[in-house]
């Protein structure tokens, strides 16, 4: 057997039940990987994953084009939660959004929603992109659950469907904040969102909305200026930190 931290990773959907001795079919894109990329083969090892039934080791049955069979083995690791918060984010340019959809994912986000504010760069994306990103993260990352991208949505509309009893993070201008925001996301629980708004930042009039909106928690980032991309890094290792030692 291979070591099986270099055997390839791949997500199953949960349409498809992994248990021992069960044959599965590979989707296209996976028998294209597996077959012309990797160059993997009848009897090679793989690992498959989802957040139901967990992780399995598993061996391919055969393999051609853009077809192909797996059959499942053994269990690897058990199903586990995966607890992480909801990141809210003006949507960017095609590929600072597919970074923030990439490491969203690897640093545990549960749900993305991307939001249209009154600057926001770009109102178009492709859903199935960035759910591909998203499975690719999870893939290689080794966690077992791959993260709900939802369609893009406007910030008020957001705001309106948020529920009352969690919190939403929001990273602000440092004249909201005035030091009373908390810097390390104190009380932090799964369930709850952070919200970073677009390049430039929110309007007056998206600020006032979210001063009205009581679930809101303004924080910090720190006293430089950060591109978006980076703020949604750092925010989200600092809700993970404070999630990890509640």
């Known amino acids: ?66 077809k192909g069979c797996f059959t499942v083995v053994e269990q690897l690791r058990a199903p586990a939660p995966e607890p992480g918060c909801v990141l809210v984010f003006a949507l960017l340019k095609r590929d600072s959004t597919d970074l923030v959809i990439r490491m969203g994912t690897e640093l545990g ?25 998203a499975t690719e993260a999870a893939e290689q990352c080794e966690r077992l659950s791959v993260p709900v991208v939802e369609a893009p949505v406007r910030l008020t509309d957001f ?25 390390a996301f104190a009380g932090a629980r799964v369930g709850d969102g952070v919200l970073i708004g677009p390049e430039g930042g929110f309007s007056a009039g998206e600020l006032d909305v979210l001063r009205a ?14 591109r978006a ?10 809700f993970d930190s404070q999630l990890r030692n509640a």
């Open 1 to 66: 057997m291979s070591a099986l931290h270099t055997l390839p990773r791949l997500h199953v959907s949960v349409g498809e039940t992994l248990v021992a001795h069960a044959d599965l079919p590979m989707t296209p894109e996976q028998a294209r990987y597996l077959g012309t990329v990797l160059r993997r083969a009848e009897g090679d090892e793989v690992r498959l994953f989802n957040e139901r039934d967990g992780e399995w080791l598993a061996r391919i049955a055969g393999v051609r084009k853009d």
């Open 229 to 238: 991309e980076t703020a949604v890094t750092a925010a989200l290792a600092l």
């Open 109 to 133: 986000v549960s749900r993305f929603v991307p939001v249209i504010t009154e600057r926001t760069v770009s109102g178009r994306v492709k859903s199935e992109r960035l759910e591909s990103i």
């Open 213 to 226: 909106r009581p679930f809101v928690t303004p924080v910090t980032l720190g006293n430089r200026v950060l």
């Open 159 to 183: 705001l309106g469907a948020w529920p009352a009893d969690f919190r939403l993070f929001v990273a602000v201008e440092r004249q909201i904040a005035q030091g009373e925001g908390p810097v």
